[in-house]
Protein backbone atom coordinates (compact mmCIF):
# COMPACT_ATOMS: atom_id res chain seq x y z
CA UNK A 1 0.00 0.00 0.00
CA UNK A 2 1.40 3.62 -0.56
CA UNK A 3 3.03 5.25 2.16
CA UNK A 4 2.97 8.75 3.02
CA UNK A 5 5.97 10.91 4.51
CA UNK A 6 5.73 14.35 5.34
CA UNK A 7 8.55 17.72 5.45
CA UNK A 8 8.93 20.90 6.39
CA UNK A 9 7.51 21.47 9.98
CA UNK A 10 9.26 23.57 11.72
CA UNK A 11 9.67 26.65 14.50
CA UNK A 12 8.70 30.13 13.04
CA UNK A 13 7.41 33.58 14.86
CA UNK A 14 4.06 34.80 14.15
CA UNK A 15 3.73 35.91 10.58
CA UNK A 16 6.23 33.78 9.05
CA UNK A 17 6.00 31.47 6.40
CA UNK A 18 6.26 27.64 6.22
CA UNK A 19 6.22 24.96 3.01
CA UNK A 20 5.10 21.29 4.08
CA UNK A 21 5.64 18.71 1.64
CA UNK A 22 3.88 14.85 1.64
CA UNK A 23 6.31 12.51 -0.23
CA UNK A 24 4.06 8.97 -1.75
CA UNK A 25 6.17 6.13 -1.85
CA UNK A 26 3.85 5.37 -4.96
CA UNK A 27 1.81 7.73 -8.24
CA UNK A 28 -0.49 9.55 -7.39
CA UNK A 29 -3.65 8.80 -9.20
CA UNK A 30 -6.04 11.38 -10.14
CA UNK A 31 -8.80 10.10 -8.62
CA UNK A 32 -7.12 10.11 -5.39
CA UNK A 33 -8.13 13.24 -2.84
CA UNK A 34 -4.89 14.54 -1.25
CA UNK A 35 -5.40 16.70 1.92
CA UNK A 36 -3.68 17.91 4.92
CA UNK A 37 -4.89 17.36 8.19
CA UNK A 38 -3.62 18.79 11.75
CA UNK A 39 -4.20 18.55 15.17
CA UNK A 40 -3.53 20.50 18.27
CA UNK A 41 -2.47 19.57 21.98
CA UNK A 42 -6.08 18.29 23.64
CA UNK A 43 -7.97 18.59 20.51
CA UNK A 44 -9.36 16.38 17.68
CA UNK A 45 -7.70 16.52 14.26
CA UNK A 46 -9.40 18.69 11.80
CA UNK A 47 -9.36 19.25 8.07
CA UNK A 48 -7.15 22.32 6.89
CA UNK A 49 -7.25 21.51 3.33
CA UNK A 50 -7.79 18.82 0.40
CA UNK A 51 -7.27 18.91 -3.30
CA UNK A 52 -8.74 16.80 -5.71
CA UNK A 53 -7.06 15.18 -9.15
CA UNK A 54 -8.64 18.07 -11.51
CA UNK A 55 -6.99 20.72 -9.07
CA UNK A 56 -10.08 21.60 -7.19
CA UNK A 57 -9.14 22.95 -3.58
CA UNK A 58 -11.13 23.45 -0.75
CA UNK A 59 -9.92 25.14 2.77
CA UNK A 60 -11.08 25.69 6.39
CA UNK A 61 -12.52 29.00 7.03
CA UNK A 62 -9.21 29.37 9.75
CA UNK A 63 -6.99 29.30 6.77
CA UNK A 64 -8.59 30.57 3.76
CA UNK A 65 -6.11 33.35 2.45
CA UNK A 66 -3.71 32.02 3.81
CA UNK A 67 -2.84 28.65 2.90
CA UNK A 68 -2.33 26.87 -0.64
CA UNK A 69 -2.56 23.43 -1.44
CA UNK A 70 -0.74 22.02 -4.46
CA UNK A 71 0.05 18.80 -6.22
CA UNK A 72 2.99 17.51 -8.21
CA UNK A 73 1.64 14.24 -9.84
CA UNK A 74 4.58 13.12 -11.40
CA UNK A 75 6.56 13.66 -8.10
CA UNK A 76 3.96 12.12 -6.38
CA UNK A 77 4.10 14.89 -3.60
CA UNK A 78 1.53 17.30 -2.24
CA UNK A 79 2.65 20.38 -0.95
CA UNK A 80 0.58 23.25 1.98
CA UNK A 81 2.53 26.91 1.28
CA UNK A 82 1.43 28.59 4.72
CA UNK A 83 1.92 32.62 5.07
CA UNK A 84 0.91 34.87 7.75
CA UNK A 85 0.89 32.06 10.58
CA UNK A 86 -0.99 32.32 14.08
CA UNK A 87 0.29 30.77 16.99
CA UNK A 88 -3.03 28.92 17.09
CA UNK A 89 -2.08 27.19 13.52
CA UNK A 90 0.48 25.13 15.90
CA UNK A 91 0.07 21.04 15.80
CA UNK A 92 1.24 18.29 14.45
CA UNK A 93 0.15 18.51 10.32
CA UNK A 94 -0.92 14.87 8.47
CA UNK A 95 -1.26 14.27 4.83
CA UNK A 96 -3.47 12.24 4.02
CA UNK A 97 -4.71 9.85 0.35
CA UNK A 98 -7.98 8.98 -0.13
CA UNK A 99 -8.99 6.71 -2.78
CA UNK A 100 -12.05 4.44 -3.32
CA UNK A 101 -12.90 5.12 0.26
CA UNK A 102 -9.87 3.90 1.96
CA UNK A 103 -7.46 6.59 4.23
CA UNK A 104 -3.74 6.33 4.14
CA UNK A 105 -2.23 8.83 6.95
CA UNK A 106 1.67 9.93 7.10
CA UNK A 107 3.10 10.32 10.61
CA UNK A 108 2.81 13.83 10.97
CA UNK A 109 5.19 16.67 10.85
CA UNK A 110 5.40 19.24 13.82
CA UNK A 111 4.25 23.19 13.13
CA UNK A 112 5.09 25.58 16.00
CA UNK A 113 4.06 29.41 16.02
CA UNK A 114 5.49 31.29 18.62
CA UNK A 115 4.21 35.29 19.64
Known amino acids: QVQLVESGGGLVQAGGSLRLSCAAS????????MGWYRQAPGKQRELVAT???????DYADSVKGRFTISRENAKNTVYLQMISLKPEDTGVYYCNAEFLGNNTWGQGTQVTVSS
Open 51 to 57: ITGDGIA
Open 26 to 33: GPILRVTI
